[in-house]
């Protein structure tokens, strides 16, 4: 197995293993490098759900979906992330599942909107358009350490809001849940610094997702997070990577951002994701393990 540094302050390609029969050696190489690099592209893999799933299963529970369901299944946790018809056209334009991709073009951690943010993202490529449909991520590690230490003083007590009604009603993804599944997403509180359970590191939680500052003025701690997001996703700190068909990248949402970009609306493009559920108690999680 090779890990190769992609030269930004994040991210590795990892070459010459095959994630549905890695060793336990390889696994815990696997393991620091995500740890180390926070973002892993697997090329040429080609996982079937069945071997997607295990692997994702190997960093801990996994989440369920957007929608509470009373009896989740692992089917619930795989995501399908696609702009083709089940007749094999493609979406309109103005599809829900377009308008949602025009809101991913946004900086993000994965489900910061419920209690406890995920885990790890997984994402694997099925099929690719010929131009654009990359997905970006930025170091919010490195980010952190770029902060003045009047800026990280300050920010150090300090919580943010997130909020899925905030950062989803522009682009129309309250279309994609009933009220009564909103009513199970309401705004929560995480702390702007976060340190990594595993590494020791800080890093700024930030994202499309925080809506404001507890105790601050919301119009300008929100022009503050905002500010600080951008900030924060800024050469060297930024990967982007163009995706081919048989891909697995996987991040680590508690000090990775990332964003998906547009490609021309007639080419087609499908992914599957799973995400790793946050530790500790988490009602999102599913209760089957590795």
Known sequence: MKIRPVGATLGALVEDVRLSSISPSEFRDIEDAWHEFGVLVFRDQHLSDEDHVAFSKRFGRLEQGLKRASSPSVSSALARMTNINRDGSVVEPTSLQWRFHVGNTHWHSDSS?????AKASLLAAHV?????GETEWADMRAAWDALDAGMKDWLEDKVA?????YSHSWHGGLEVISDEDVRHLPPVEHAVVKVHPDTGRKSLFVGRHASHIVGQDEAESRALLKTLTSDACQP????KYRWQPGDLGMWDNRCVLHRGHLWPQHQKRSMVRTTVAG???NEWALAEAS
């Open 113 to 117: 909107y419920k209690r406890v943010g």
């Open 128 to 132: 690719v358009p010929e131009e654009g």
């Open 161 to 165: 809001i997130h909020s899925y009604v």
């Open 236 to 239: 060297p700190r930024l990967w």
């Open 279 to 281: 530790d500790g108690d």
